[in-house]
Structure formats: C-alpha cells, structure tokens
C-alpha cells in the first residue's frame, strides 16, 4: 500500500523509519519531512493544514493511508475533512477526528470528559472575564502553587505554575483580560497542584479495542536538572523505572479503559494515538492531560519498542480489528538525546552545516530539524537530531547515545548531559 505522513519533526522520521520496514509497503511519502525522512520515503513539499493539496496528492498517489503527526491538522479537522469528501472518503486517516482532538485542543473538554466518566485528574474550575472575580476567589481556596491552564492551544506554553497568590491572580488577569496567550486563554482553567512524578503512556486505538504501547519519560526543561524553560523535549527513555507492573495496571484500570469506554459512551469515534501524561502522586496516576498525537521525543523511544510490523497495526487501527493484531514489546531499555541549537527554546539561528554523521555506531538518528542543502546536512529547527539507542538499563541506552552525541557536530550545538538524573538507583534491569 501506498501511505503519506503528514509532518516532519523526528516523530515523523520514527513513523517513516518503522513504516519502511513493513513488508507491506509499497510508496512512502513525507510531508513535508525533513533530510532524514528522505531517506526512508520521498519527502513532498506540501503544509500539514493544506487539506486541499494533500487530497489532491493522495488522489494523484493512489495512497490508502494518511498517518497523521502534529496535533495542529487534527484539532483543525484533516480527518472530518477526508471523510466529508467522496473523492477520499475511503482513504483511511491514522488520527482522531474534530470532536475527540478537543481533548488536546480544549483543556476544558479533556477535564469536563474526566469528570464525567471518573477519571482521575486534578480538581479544576474554568473561568471567563466575565467572571475573573470568581476565579479570584476559586484561588483563595486552594494552597500553592497554582496552576493556571490556557483553555486552548498555545504551542506547549499555555501552562503557568505560580508560587504565590499574588502572581496567581495577576497571571489569572494577564491571561483573560489582557489575552496574553490570544484567544487561547480567553477562557483559563485553573486547577489543584499533583505533586509527584511525571510519565507519559500511548494507547493506540481503534476506537473499541487498544493496545498499551510502552511508557515513556522524557526531560521538558533546556536545563540541567530540569531547569530554565520549557522545551519540545530534550530526550526520553522506556521503560520508566517506577512504572512497574502494578502501577501499569492501576493505569489500565482507571484510567486507560475508562477513557476508550468514555469516548464510547459519548459517541466519540477515535482511531488513532491517545496520549496520556501522567502524574504518579504517591503510587496512583493522574491525568495532567491528553494528546490526540504521539509526543516527541517520546516517539523516539516508544515506537523502536515495537517489535511488531507497524504498518499492520495501523491498519487494524484503520479497519476497526486492531484486537487480531499481535502486539510484541522489545523488552530492553531505549533511550533518546535530543541535540539543539544554541538558543533554544528562545532564538535559534538555522543552516549549521553539520557533521559526524556517518561515524555515528549502535544508535539510531532520528532527524527533527534538518534539511539536505546541496551536498550538505544543515540544521532547519530548534530540536535537530534524536540519538536514540538499545540498553540493558537506561543508562546503558543513555551511554551509548551520549557517546555518539559526541560524534555530532554543529556551531553551537547543546544537550543535557543529565537525562534520567531523576531515577538513578531506581533501574530496572530488562534483559
Ligand atoms: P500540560 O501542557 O497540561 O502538559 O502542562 C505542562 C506541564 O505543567 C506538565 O507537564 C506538568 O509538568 C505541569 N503541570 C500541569 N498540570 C499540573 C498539575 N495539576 N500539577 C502539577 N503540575 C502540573
Ligand atoms: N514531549 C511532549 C509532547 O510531545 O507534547
């Protein structure tokens, strides 16, 4: 079959890379991908929210498979789109339609959708500037710190962790009377502070059964010791050492299962990755929120798990049998380091000539913001290359990744040095 992903950070390169070993690919197409994509399928220069360009390049292509990365095209309904259309109506689109995307797209609806079908989260109430002065008081109520939430997307940013009350109430005011974040906080949820530890667990449905892919960690902060701003991620590892056979079922049970029953009941179809980030409070997960996508770099190490034919069970996802699917983990540890520009999270500069590549042994690159300028690999982002490897433990895996990163090189690249610095004599030993 003929399949099209639509993106090109290092999630769409792990999807190409993992697509590309399906005996059951013919043609893979990346748009717009990036170096590395191309060298599992053809790359194609068509924008992730250009609906109209990419039902003419899957007609024109004869593809039968859509996977969607970003949850941008998503929460601005690429799907509802496919299915509207007679000409693609049939054309099966990995990634959930409009209504369910609002799980991401509307931090309100994820916790009203919590609520309603018992899922554990944070204690919340929603606020609007008519009624700033209720949220004043809903403050009043609660100890620090204080979390305020932009009801829509806001580029990972729309989240504010206050010490204080003051700051709370004067963030509160920023963000619905002054929009601080657009129309995205034109409406704030504030909620209760999870003091615990973070993971993220993938679920890839159908919409009636699921598979549990593996868990994973990944390190948000630039800095070392997870300090100083919030980025895309700057490296991951699976399994989790404390996400143990217990606490996964404890997932399961109350949260995993009630989400797909949830969406169920609520006559949601979904067909495509449930994202879920996690906060452990004292051995009992919570849901800080959902994603209608994988994460990256989460994708770098959650996917090279699999060791089942991808392509197989996207189609199950696709054709609604994803329970006759076998489903086999790798049970090593994999681990990522996220190599960036200097600057970022905040100004970056683009088109390093990078080198080293080719001497890189035992990991596998992932590229998030590369391109191919004549001879040369430079750099075209923020997050540039993932150094993913296999380990015994994760710090085997992080070892072997650290000792390639030092292989790459560009002006002013920058890692962490630190990644799993959190869990260190917590190792599960897998293999
Ligand atoms: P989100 O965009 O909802 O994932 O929030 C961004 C980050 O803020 C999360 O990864 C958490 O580290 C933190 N966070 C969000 N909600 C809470 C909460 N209720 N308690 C503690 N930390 C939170
Ligand atoms: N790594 C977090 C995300 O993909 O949103």
Same mark, same amino acid.
């Given at each position: ?116 079908? +018992? $899922? /554990? ?9 008519? *009624?700033? !002065? ?5 403050? #009043? ?125 609520? +006559? $949601? /179809? ?9 906060? *452990?409070? !004292? ?5 800080? #929120? ?142």
């Amino acid at each position: 079959m003929n399949v099209l992903i639509i993106g090109s950070g290092g999630r769409e390169h792990v999807f190409a890379w993992k697509i590309a070993q399906s005996p059951k690919l013919n043609q893979l197409f990346v748009a717009q991908g990036n170096a590395g994509t191309a060298n599992c399928g053809t790359n194609v220069n068509i924008a992730v929210n250009d609906f109209d360009a990419i039902k003419n390049f899957v007609l024109e292509n004869n593809i039968s498979l859509v996977v969607v990365g970003p949850e941008d095209p998503l929460v601005n309904g690429i799907h509802d789109y496919f299915l509207a259309d007679d000409a693609v109506k049939n054309v099966q689109v990995i990634g959930p339609q409009k209504e369910a995307a609002k799980l991401e797209g509307s931090k309100e609806f994820a916790k009203l959708f919590m609520l309603r079908h +018992g $899922i /554990p989260t944070a204690k919340h109430a929603s606020f609007v500037k008519e *009624n700033i !002065d209720d949220g004043f008081a809903f403050l #009043e109520t609660l100890h620090p710190p204080y979390v305020l939430k932009a009801d829509g997307l806001a580029a990972g940013k729309g989240v504010l962790i206050l010490e204080n009350l003051e700051k709370a109430k004067n963030e509160l005011r920023e963000m619905l009377e002054s929009e601080k974040f657009g129309s995205a906080s034109s409406k704030v949820v504030i909620e209760e502070f999870l003091d615990g530890i973070e993971l993220s667990v993938f679920v890839l449905t159908d919409g009636n059964s699921y598979k549990i892919l593996p868990e994973a960690k990944d390190y948000k902060r630039i800095g070392e010791g997870d300090t100083g701003l919030n980025t895309g991620g700057m490296g991951a590892i699976s399994p989790v050492p404390f996400a143990d056979a217990e606490f996964m079922q404890k997932v399961e049970d109350s949260i995993v299962k009630p989400t797909i029953e949830g969406l169920q009941k609520d +006559g $949601i /179809p979904y067909k495509g990755f449930v994202f879920i980030g996690l906060m *452990n409070v !004292d051995g009992n997960p919570y849901v800080i #929120e959902y994603n209608v996508r994988m994460g990256d770099p989460e994708c770098e190490v959650v996917i090279p798990r699999i060791k089942s034919d991808f392509l197989e069970l996207l189609e199950g996802v696709a054709n609604g049998n994803l329970f006759e699917k076998t489903f086999e983990i790798d049970e090593r540890s994999v681990a990522t380091v996220m190599l960036v520009s200097g600057g970022y999270p905040e100004a970056y500069e683009k088109g390093k000539v990078m080198s080293g590549l080719g001497d890189v042994q035992n990991s596998i690159l992932f590229h998030a913001g590369t391109k191919q300028d004549g001879e040369d690999i430079v750099t075209n982002g923020g997050r540039v290359i993932a150094i993913t490897s296999y380990g015994n433990d994760f710090e085997g895996a992080l070892n072997q990744s650290y000792a390639n990163a030092k292989k790459i090189t560009f002006e002013e690249k920058y890692y962490r040095k630190d990644l799993g610095f959190d869990l260190k004599g917590k190792e599960k030993v897998t293999s």
